[in-house]
């Protein structure tokens, strides 16, 4: 009987699992939000928009990626700019405007 244990544990694991990612993928998407990274140009950076962008692609993920440009150099941005769905780019002072026509756009 002790063997069966871990089978029966990790049977229960995965039903859970199972139902997790079926009621994520019924339930209604909340819109309206928007993600802001503020750029550097950091490897950090780069990995995070790019499994944005592999999230987006999948339709995971509906909101906006805003990309600030905080100092990056000419090499950095053309790493970053390889993303583009869903992604929108700006400089500082054009957060807020850009925020502002998104929640427009939504409504």
């Given at each position: 009987?002790?063997?069966?244990?871990?089978w029966?544990?990790?049977?229960?694991?995965?039903?859970?699992?199972v139902?997790?990612?079926?009621?994520?993928?019924?339930?209604?998407?909340?819109?309206?939000?928007?993600?802001?990274?503020?750029?550097?140009?950091?490897a950090?950076?780069?990995?995070?928009?790019?499994?944005?962008t592999?999230?987006?692609?999948?339709?995971?993920?509906h909101?906006?990626?805003?990309?600030v440009?905080?100092?990056?150099?000419?090499?950095?941005?053309?790493?970053?700019?390889?993303?583009?769905?869903?992604?929108?780019?700006?400089?500082?002072?054009?957060?807020?405007?850009?925020?502002?026509?998104?929640?427009?756009?939504l409504?």
């Amino acid at each position: 009987m002790a063997a069966w244990i871990p089978w029966i544990v990790m049977s229960a694991f995965g039903l859970v699992c199972v139902l997790w990612v079926l009621i994520g993928l019924f339930l209604p998407v909340r819109r309206g939000a928007a993600m802001v990274l503020l750029c550097r140009g950091d490897a950090d950076e780069v990995m995070l928009a790019a499994r944005y962008t592999w999230l987006y692609d999948l339709g995971l993920i509906h909101c906006p990626l805003v990309l600030v440009d905080c100092g990056m150099t000419l090499t950095q941005q053309k790493q970053l700019q390889r993303f583009q769905k869903g992604v929108i780019w700006c400089r500082p002072e054009e957060v807020s405007e850009v925020l502002r026509k998104e929640r427009e756009r939504l409504g």
